[in-house]
């Protein structure tokens, strides 16, 4: 029998069976495996440990994070104050702030002593013109009226009845060449006397400094919440509600008489009536130094019996003297009564203006000061007739009934009790001279 055939496709030709073949394939894989380890890239030992941070460092975190918090907060505080700079404007003339308050109306605080009769307010970065309108030396305000606010939209008023202690304010401004602010906190509301009226105060954490006046403070939503006035020589934020009063007094027929003439005319009462033996007329009540109506010679107690020759009967008929009714009229005629004397003293109607607020030097180049008059009343008992009638310490009387006493003995004897019945006194207090009845 013969060999069998090695040429034939039997499993003798597959060399997956060669042992030879198979050691080799195991030996290049070991290759491989020992040529990839050692190439592996070398790890880090997760043995190794990592440091803690330290006690130093655990108790600058909240330090930090509260520093980062205010950093956010001044920043926003700052975006806020510059969105309200088209809202507070500035007064360039008197160099001083003034809030819109309407689409043609912006309020301010009356610091000197006379607001001037037109001013330039500062919009949209030009110069526009704008004129007095509520003013008055009993007011801690004054508005005026632009048609030309440049667009700027007066902000909106929020009830206070919706603030919390707490809660976030902002106090804007112009200063003279930048806006200015300060945030704080809302604290409440008071009430609080401010010359003749009583108005709201909107308490703040705010100090508020006099480059302040005539800005406002709004909340976050930038509503305006006061106003910053001057009250009695102290700063105040006055509520929106009581600047609304303040405007509503200043536009009345006898705060605009005071505006311009620095003049109070009240009618006479009974007693008043019978002290100075006249049925009608009216009283002369109060007059502010430096104003048109003390220039021309007016004293309170003086009671008006005409204004050119149109007998007086009541306020109404002194409307011509505090508008543009007679624009043409150079002078009014006052005939009134002082004392036993009939007298006519002339109101000059143009040139109202601050000339009055400057004392002009004589021939030597000298400015004079006046000499301080009447005799200082230095406590008022409680109880009295002087009490009841209004009489405060620091008064100065000037006058009783028309006579300037020569002493203070004479005083004395004109008001003592066994001198008889009731005395019309003249007093001066803060800048104006008023009368009243002295049963």
């Not at 110069?127 to 909106?156: K, N």
């Not at 008043?272 to 220039?295: D, I, M, T």
């Not at 306020?315 to 043409?328: N, Q, S, T, V």
Request: charged share 25%; proline share 7%; net charge negative.
């Amino acid at each position: 029998m013969g060999e069998p055939s090695t040429t034939g496709s039997g499993a003798g030709s597959d060399l997956t069976r060669n042992p030879r073949y198979i050691f080799i394939l195991a030996v290049a894989a070991g290759l491989i495996l020992v040529i990839g380890w050692l190439l592996k890239p070398e790890e880090s030992s997760t043995d190794s440990p990592v440091s803690a941070p330290s006690q130093v460092e655990l108790s600058r975190l909240p330090t930090m994070t509260v520093r980062r918090d205010l950093e956010d907060m001044s920043e926003f505080f700052a975006e806020l104050g510059e969105e309200l700079s088209s809202t507070v404007v500035r007064l360039g003339s008197v160099r001083r702030s003034g809030v819109i308050w309407s689409a043609d109306r912006v309020v301010t605080a009356r610091v000197g002593w006379r607001f001037p009769a037109a001013v330039t307010v500062g919009a949209g970065g030009v110069e526009v013109g704008a004129y007095t309108v509520v003013s008055g030396p009993h007011l801690p305000i004054a508005a005026l009226r632009t048609p030309e606010l440049a667009g700027d939209v007066p902000p909106q008023a929020r009830p206070l009845e919706t603030l919390s202690p707490g809660e976030w304010v902002l106090a804007a401004w112009q200063g003279d060449s930048r806006h200015g602010s300060a945030p704080g906190t809302f604290l409440g509301v008071g009430r609080r006397e401010c010359g003749e009226h009583r108005l709201d105060e909107l308490a703040t954490s705010v100090p508020i400094r006099p480059e302040m006046l005539g800005g406002g403070i709004f909340d976050l939503d930038g509503n305006l919440l006061a106003v910053l006035l001057r009250c009695d020589g102290e700063p105040v934020a006055v509520t929106v509600g009581g600047v609304a009063m303040l405007l509503e007094r200043g536009g009345s027929h006898d705060s605009r008489l005071r505006t311009r003439w620095g003049l109070q005319v009240e009618v006479l009462t009974s007693a008043e009536a019978f002290h100075f033996g006249l049925g009608n007329g009216l009283l002369v009540r109060q007059l502010w130094e430096r104003y048109p109506g003390e220039a021309a010679g007016l004293r309170p107690g003086d009671v008006l019996l005409a204004l050119d020759g149109t007998p007086l009967q009541d306020l109404d008929a002194l409307r011509i003297l505090d508008a543009d009714a007679a624009p043409g009229q150079e002078a009014f005629s006052l005939e009134l009564r002082r004392g036993l004397e009939t007298l006519t003293v002339s109101l000059q109607a143009r040139g109202l203006d601050t000339r009055l607020d400057v004392e002009m030097p004589d021939a030597t180049g000298l400015v004079w000061e006046e000499a301080e008059l009447g005799y200082p009343v230095a406590s008022v008992l409680p109880g009295t007739r002087a009490a009841d009638a209004g009489i405060e310490p620091g008064d100065r009387l000037l006058r009783v009934d028309h006579q300037t006493p020569e002493s203070l003995d004479a005083v004395r004897e004109l008001l003592s009790v066994e001198g008889g019945g009731p005395a019309f006194l003249e007093l001066s207090r803060d800048g104006r001279r008023w009368g009243l009845l002295l049963p």
